[in-house]
Each structure stands twice: as structure tokens, then as C-alpha cells.
């Protein structure tokens, strides 16, 4: 997908940042990091990437999404000395030997590195495939206005802090955290035919999930665990849990 890369610079722009998205903006000296922004109410806004450049933060943002994430950040900025700049660095990625600046994506190590620059592109590989072996889920398909970070694997994707302190639908992620046993959420799940992403899955005669991404034999699905045992249903395709 293509990407977007918005700077934010000023004196506080790391306290900024820092009270509103779901990481802890002092893995910066690590690498990239992962991270969101959220509603109030706990849900996803955007997914990006937040990159230490010079005395700027980089978010690298889903082109579709960075409009909207410039005027949320707007709208949080009020009396904070932080400006907020579209740029033109581009994003390269791949899973082969890195060049001399790349970063590590923090997800999964299957995904490989990116490099900001003037170029833009990536190797070649099948990313669609690595997605849905490792269950990594994709601005636009399986994160939506209705996804709950946690339920998207935010978590084992490096994506979320817990220890951090506040930020916007901190407590919503928190009390899913600690509180409760998560009933529902994506998956890698195995496949006979093909349906189209949205397709309704059902277990027997009850409602069980969603399909979203398909490469090959595997999918990612969102599903009722409770629900998500032997065969299951989705359009014509038939699919089950991934061992």
C-alpha cells in the first residue's frame, strides 16, 4: 500500500505524541516502533510507524489514512508547541539482505526491514502470504473504525505498552487486558475454496466470524473463539482453525 509520511517537530512533540498513541514513544532509541491511535471509546483510528529523524518523530502512515490523522493530531495539538508537516520520504521495504540504514519492522521478523528516503518500493516479496501465515493484520481489510487493538493482536505484534501511563483509550485496552479473556479476535485459519474479504462465517447454524485476507490455503479470519471449532463456513469455502 502506498504510504505517507507525516513529521511532527517542536519542543514537545514527544510528550505529544507520547499522551496519545498506544506505545511508549521512548522505544524510539530502539528502532521503529509500532503503534495507534485510538477513539475514547478504545477503538482504531490509524496504525503507523513512529520514526526517530534528527530533532523530528516520523509517522509513517496508509496514504488513505493520513488526511484524517493529520486533523485527529490537529485537533489534540490546542496550545502544544508542535507543528505538523506532510513530507515527501518515500518508504522501501523487504525481507532480503537490508541496506545500510534500514529499520527492523517491529512486528514480526518475517516482515523485514524499511528504509526512508527518496525511493519508494520494496523487493518483491509476497507479502499478502507473510501476512497471513503470522496473522498481521492490514490497514483497511482487517483494521477497521470497529477493530479493538487487542483483538488484532496488537499485543504480540509490539504495537501496545501497558506500562507507559495514559493515552487516548488507554483504559478501554487496559481493562481488555487484565479483566477479561478475550472471546473474540483475528486468526490464521486453513481453507478449501475462496470467498471474498467481509464474507459472514458460520459454525453449524450460528454466526461465528468474519474472512478477510486469503493467501493460498490459509486465511486471517476474526471469529468467536467459542464458537470457532471443527468446520466452519464461509461462503462456498470451507475453513477451521489452523493447528
Known amino acids: 500500500m502506498a504510504r505517507r509520511i507525516i513529521e511532527v517537530t517542536g519542543p514537545e512533540a514527544k510528550d505529544f505524541l507520547q499522551g496519545l498513541v498506544t506505545n511508549d514513544i521512548q522505544k524510539l532509541s530502539e528502532g521503529l516502533v509500532y503503534a495507534a491511535l485510538l477513539t475514547p471509546q478504545g477503538k482504531y483510528i490509524a496504525d503507523f510507524f513512529l520514526v526517530a529523524a534528527d530533532d523530528a518523530i516520523w509517522l509513517d502512515v496508509e496514504e488513505g489514512l493520513a488526511l484524517s490523522l493529520m486533523q485527529r493530531l490537529s485537533m489534540y495539538k490546542l496550545r502544544a508547541d508542535v507543528t505538523l508537516t506532510e513530507t515527501d520520504v518515500k518508504v522501501r521495504r523487504g525481507t532480503g539482505e537490508p541496506p545500510k540504514g534500514a529499520l527492523d519492522d517491529p512486528r514480526h521478523l518475517a516482515l523485514g526491514w524499511r528504509l526512508y528516503g527518496s525511493e ?37 505484534l509490539n504495537g501496545v505498552d501497558f506500562r507507559k501511563g495514559c493515552y487516548v483509550g488507554q483504559e478501554i485496552a487496559a481493562r481488555m487486558k487484565h479483566k477479561t479473556e478475550l472471546r473474540k479476535g483475528l486468526a490464521t485459519v486453513e481453507i478449501d ?42 461462503g462456498d469455502a470451507t475453513l477451521r482453525m489452523a493447528e
Open 193 to 234: 475454496g475462496s470467498a471474498p474479504v467481509g464474507t459472514p462465517i458460520t459454525a453449524g447454524e450460528k454466526a461465528a466470524g468474519t474472512l478477510y485476507t486469503q493467501a493460498g490455503d490459509q486465511a486471517i479470519a476474526y471469529l468467536r473463539f467459542d464458537r470457532a471449532k471443527g468446520d466452519m463456513a464461509a
Open 120 to 156: 519508494e518500493g520494496d523487493d518483491g516479496s509476497d507479502w499478502e502470504s507473510i501476512r497471513v501465515a503470522h496473522c498481521i493484520p492490514e490497514t483497511g481489510i482487517e483494521l477497521t473504525p470497529d477493530t479493538f487493538i487487542l483483538e488484532a493482536g496488537f499485543e504480540r
